[in-house]
């Protein structure tokens, strides 16, 4: 193997400490270490432009970010939206990413926690009809409840259900349910 003249050697000092490798390492990333975090400030402006415009200003970006991202938006080439994406990414490096990744999967988890507290509704609304003593376990769990509406709108889905009538009662205890719920 030819060594040039002007290569500095690769061997470390002798009286150098592993903890001094370390540490350089730490101030000085590597390469696949700072591409992987550009691809990651990149695929996180990905995802601000896909936002709506009323979240992305809720955002609170710096000007010159959110009017690179609203550029990105008009864009359709391929790769002019590629280059667009990687001005992004180099604008995100001036910015703090965790407050916007933390906001992105708060706003990613709310769905989810809707759909889970809607499917909790829906639960005791199916129990409201097929077991006898759901309503005084749900009143007994929930306090505030109006027993004799719930009451009454259970026996006014059995009877819409008896004569094959419109679910408006059964929507309408869903809504009361949900009110209920939602209160506590």
């Not at 290569?7 to 730490?26: G, H, L």
């Not at 896909?50 to 609203?70: G, N």
């Not at 906001?103 to 990613?108: G, K, N, S, V």
Request: proline residues 7%; positive net charge.
């Amino acid at each position: 193997m030819r060594k040039f003249a002007n290569q500095a050697p690769s061997v470390a000092p002798r009286d150098a400490a592993p903890e001094d490798a370390s540490s350089r390492s730490e101030l000085f990333p590597s390469k696949t270490r700072r591409k992987a975090e550009m691809h990651a400030l990149q695929d996180l402006g990905e995802a601000m432009v896909r936002l709506t415009p009323a979240r992305l200003a809720a955002l609170a970006l710096p000007e010159r970010l959110a009017d690179a991202i609203a550029e990105a938006r008009q864009i359709t080439r391929w790769e002019a939206r590629r280059r667009q994406m990687q001005f992004i990414g180099r604008l995100m490096r001036d910015v703090d990413p965790l407050p916007i990744q933390a906001r992105l999967a708060q706003w990613e988890g709310a769905p989810n926690a809707e759909k889970a507290r809607l499917a909790h509704v829906e639960r005791w609304r199916t129990r409201l009809l097929s077991e006898g003593d759901a309503l005084d376990r749900l009143c007994a769990e929930h306090l505030g409840a109006d027993r004799p509406r719930l009451e009454a709108l259970v026996t006014r889905v059995r009877d819409e259900r008896a004569h094959g009538q419109p679910p408006h009662a059964y929507r309408e205890l869903f809504r009361a349910l949900n009110a209920l719920l939602a209160a506590t």
